[in-house]
């Protein structure tokens, strides 16, 4: 039995991606946290094999082909992606870790407030005869920013250790790094500029391209995965709301409710009839709807509008729809590659 | 138990955007360039070579942005390194090390691969090979002119009689944009949107939106954080009214008392308020932007034949008070151009002033050349005058130069499979047995004089086995010797086309192989 092998990120990451695991109704077994190696059970097609490793290293090992999926951040992937890996973007959203990778100038640039100033900077510092130094940990997407900007009189440092301090400690003038309060920033005394946002970043889930493309069962265990990830990405902030509601009718309770507004729950509200305890009350029905987290006070003010009582609300886990998209666009990807491939032999 | 099992190892593919030239291509691009090389030659000019690997530096310095964000860049031992994306830059900077004693004017020519990370496609590898010549110390129509004709008798040379050449005169623009008042940036920003506008790869409106914005304009003023429409004016424009001396004074008192560090590194807080001061003074650079576009716009309308010159294009420039220079050294070099004798009747000559070439260093006239091919215009050359090259790269003068160079693939790629060489005639010698090998050396050491191709049979299989490969390979004739022909002093030529062989006396052998052959 080939088994679905994946790569999860290890350091500062465990907890957040073993907790989305787990909200997704995976569960990582090890024997103890220092183990590098572990079993991922939940998937129906059984168990998956799984390393922990930095993640930045997993682009490499998903890229090599060791490991078939690897879960990391966006901004990683961005930086390493070539026209020529074996790297497909599986899912690009699994919403956390989110972050941006930014351009920030010392504060004390007061005349620096948008890319456009720091071009101008750029060319009044070559003026004088200096490169503008820009310190960072991403060479290729800085350096494609800031050419696109039309900026080229630039030289990148590397920095081992803290980026942020680069400035202060004048080995660099400029810093383009990660970033997701601001606050790391603002202690070092540096400031984002307009418009200097290079990459978006969350947790992205990312494939080799032959290993899904060569092996059904693991592209099939990856399916497993996918239904698991988008139904439970899509019930998040959702609540499922039952209630009880006086009526003569299932179809006289809907026109009364949906008349009161805002219960048009995923498709509409489900009306069901209640079997009371005493006989006597017997024009009860029972209303279930999901709806997002955010309607929940004004949905439950309807339904009592409405002539509803006894509402409960529950969050929702998982949301299936019909099939999981994101396994569709895989497919069609995959699908695409292969005809590329033939094509490229017999021509 | 793991079975080690002897797997073939996976092949290494070849870096994405480059081509293997294989046999015959190699053969067939080698005679092409030399071909343009002695058309070259013909004229004065001699070869040169500079390296592939190039200081990043030197590209940096004058080719602009739209070459540089396309170049193979890295560090090695924290030397910043490139691959030559083009020629000219390298050898302008061999001029500047070690021929500016040189009398002048200098002509080089050069060929060799350039290297630019751009998307594949048909006639355009992410290595390809440039073959051009450079007239340097000379200015004026005399010297546009006998670059024009070298490019155009070099294509004809090699068998391309239908093109297209376009002359521009970046003249015209610079002046425009000089006019405008535009800061070097602004006007090198502007330049590089030229050609991919007249490209088509990019709608005019949308150059200037992109302009606009990389010169942090477009949002309504001032862009220091006070929001727009405000009645209230942000400090830097009320500070403007002031003598700059105390503006900044009064900006660095300000910046002081609300504890903001005004440090920068390499920067000194008083360059900083300054700029400051001057960013709220500096009008929205958006009208500049779009004049400049609308008049590159106008100069693309009134292209055509060179008649146009003074019929269209002079009067663009008088309405814009602009000197008509630009289109008299066009008139003057595409005078003279005709006094090199008449191109060939295919060929058509166009003037456009909104021509741009993708390189930021070009002063003065302009041109490419195209073929038609299946997939529309091909442009097969590209040229023009780099009068501010030289001090650029640390001339001790300035230095008047021009130049232009052929993707030569792409010239290959216009003149079609019909192309293809008939190759040198292949002869093939063989020992009949292992022993008469070194008698069938002598042999063919005999045959290899003129243009002839002899082969040895080395693998030492036998006749059946040669003769199989001579017709699989298509070699044209077999020359077989074993034990009897070397006591009788002949040989057996066997002609793979007509499949006839004939004993042949030694001393008649090379004379009756070249008759076979011709």
Known sequence: ?347 | VTQLVDRPAAPVQRVRGTNDVLPPGDARLRGLESRLRDSFEGFGYQGIQTPILEPLELFLRKSGDEIVARMYAFSHWNRRLCLRPELTASVMRAFVDDLQGHGLPLRLHYAGPSFRYERPSRGRSRQFTQVGVELIGASGAAADAEVLHLACAGLEAVGIKRYRLVVGHLGAALQLLAQLGMTDHAQGLVLDQMEPIARGRIDPEAAVARVVNLLGGGTGGSTNGVATGEVVPDLPSALASLPTEQATAVAADILSRASLPVEGGARQPRQIIQRLLAKASRPDPTDQVRAAFDFVDELHAAAGSPERLERELRPVLHRRSLSSAPVEEVSAALGLLAAYGPLSSKAEVEVDLSLARGLRYYTGLVFEIYVDSADGPLQVCGGGRYDDLVRALGGREAVPASGFSYGLERVDLALGPSAEPSGRPRVLVVGVTAADHPAALAVARELRVGSLSVEQDVRLRGVKSALRYADRTGVDLVVIVGEREQTDNTAVLRDMRTRTEQHVPRGELAPRVVEALT
């Open chain 1, 1 to 347: 039995v080939t088994l679905l092998r994946m790569a999860l990120p290890s350091k500062g990451w465990e907890d957040d991606v073993l907790r989305f695991l787990g909200q997704c109704g995976l569960r990582v077994d090890r024997s103890n946290p220092r183990q590098y190696r572990a079993r991922m059970r939940g998937l129906p097609t059984g168990p998956a094999e799984v390393v922990f490793q930095r993640a930045t290293d997993i682009f490499d090992e998903v890229n090599g082909g060791s490991v078939d999926l690897g879960i990391t951040g966006y901004d990683i992937v961005a930086e390493h992606r070539s026209d020529e890996d074996e790297i497909l973007v599986v899912h690009a959203e699994l919403g956390f870790r989110r972050c941006s990778l930014v351009v920030a100038v010392p504060e004390g640039w007061v005349d620096v407030s948008s890319v456009a100033d720091l071009a101008e900077v750029a060319v009044e510092l070559r003026t004088a005869g200096h490169v503008m130094r820009v310190a960072t940990k991403y060479p290729n997407l800085t350096r494609q920013f800031l050419y696109d900007r039309g900026m080229t009189y630039f030289e990148l440092v590397e920095v081992s250790g803290a980026i942020e301090a680069a400035p202060a400690l004048e080995t660099a003038d400029i810093v383009c790094d990660i970033t997701s309060s601001g606050v790391t920033l603002r202690e070092n005394r540096l400031k984002a500029i307009a418009g200097g946002v290079v990459v978006e970043s969350q947790a992205c889930l990312i494939g080799n391209r032959r290993g899904l493309l060569s092996d059904p069962e693991r592209l099939e265990a990856t399916r497993g995965l996918l239904e698991l990830v988008d139904a439970y990405l899509r019930s998040r902030q959702q609540v499922s709301i039952t209630a009880n509601i006086r009526g003569e009718s299932p179809e006289a309770v809907a026109r009364r409710v949906m008349a009161s507004g805002g219960v048009a729950g995923l498709r509409g509200p489900t009306i069901a009839r209640v079997f009371p305890k005493d006989p006597s009350d017997d024009d009860w029905f029972a209303l279930t709807v999901v709806i997002g987290e955010d309607a929940l006070l004004p949905t439950v003010e309807a339904l009592r509008r409405a002539g509803a009582s006894d509402v409960t609300a529950i969050p929702v886990r998982y949301v299936f729809e019909h099939r999981s998209w994101t396994f569709e666009a895989l497919k069609r990807t995959l699908h695409g590659l292969a005809d590329a491939e033939r094509e490229k032999t017999t021509a």
